[in-house]
């Protein structure tokens, strides 16, 4: 953030600049958090539609499939899109996409049972969410570098809170035998209406304030995104992205599954194993900004991957209950904040950010799309709870990457001397 140079003659009087930024900072953070909550409420009524479809687990798990096909097709456009029409218009027509698509996998499952109607509705959704993703990320790298200090992490828990809510609204839902397509419809509108409101208070074009060069055709666009997918620190923090969203959804897919299996817990005391990650994630998210302002990326990374390599370890190999939960509440914040200081790293440059940004999500999220099924096949053959150890073996080499996430700036600086 750039100091003005002199306070205003009016001390009480916040100055337009700063206060713009501040509503931004609000919109983007209302913005990850009904994103994550629309997300939260599909997943929480899966076996509601899996029972109304009658669908066996592999089955369950193509369709399930549909939405992260859905996220891949968005990933390589949506940067385009962003750097075209601004993060705020990308934001509120992807949106429009997650709400038709929960609204179609919703009715298509009470009203027709159709398993390709409520696929449809899961590439929509997936679509949806992933073109979002992309155009957030974008304007939160944005309020970052206007506010000057580091705030992405919060943003993205502010996407895991949205995901716990959604899941604690759909679990209410179920008890009290609320219909999948009404329960979801009524989230739609929610997360429609509270997104573009809060879009409006994005910095215009992505955070731009000299908006969109004369230049930029649509030919020169496409040009730029082809010039992103061949720059080495591009593709080399989509990789450490990569890793670390395979982290991330290692625990969210198997955790509570190898708890059950492998230590012979009942399925409440599972989930309540993946609620210590999701909580050691979130915390690590919020207070980790401190870390990160006060130490920098390299130190911090370093350290947090650390964390995750003996948490994952103590999580697998550990003999006493404890001492693995324990693990798993260390994996939780060593995982915290791999992804969100990625997408901040890809969007350093910011006439270069959407493309980049969108480089960097589609070559993370293959973690969501291979992961499971790779963990499931590992599992058949080790037990799921030892296939859990592919994440701390993948996190060691990692560490070689992470200088690659320092700032251009600080490269050059420290270049010079």
Known sequence: MSAPASRPEAPTTTPPAARAVRLARNGVAVTFTLNGLAVGSWFSRVPAVREALDLSAGRLGLLLLAMSVGALLAMPTSGLLAQRLGAARTVALATVLVAVGLTTAGMGATLTGSFAVVALGLVALGYGSGACDVAMNVEAAAVERRLGRTIMPRFHAGWSLGSVAGAALGAGAARFDVPVGGHLVAVAVVVLTGTVLAARQFL?????????????????????????????RTLLIGLFVLVAAFTEGAANDWLAVAFVDGRELSEAAGAAVFAVFVVGMTAGRTVGTIA???????????????????GAGLAVLAGSGPVAILGVALWGLGASLGFPVGMSAAADEEAHAPVRVSVVAVIGYTAFLAGPPLLGLLGDHVGTLRALLVVPLLLVPTLLLVPVLRPPHAVSSASKN
Not at 204 to 230: E, I, S, V, Y
Not at 296 to 309: M, N, P
């Open 204 to 232: 215009p074009l992505g955070g731009d304030p000299n908006g969109d060069p004369a230049d930029a055709t649509p030919a020169a666009r496409r040009r730029a995104q082809l010039a992103a997918w061949r720059e080495p």
């Open 292 to 310: 990160l302002d006060r130490w920098g990326r390299v130190s911090v990374l370093s350290g947090t991957i650390g964390l995750a390599v003996v």
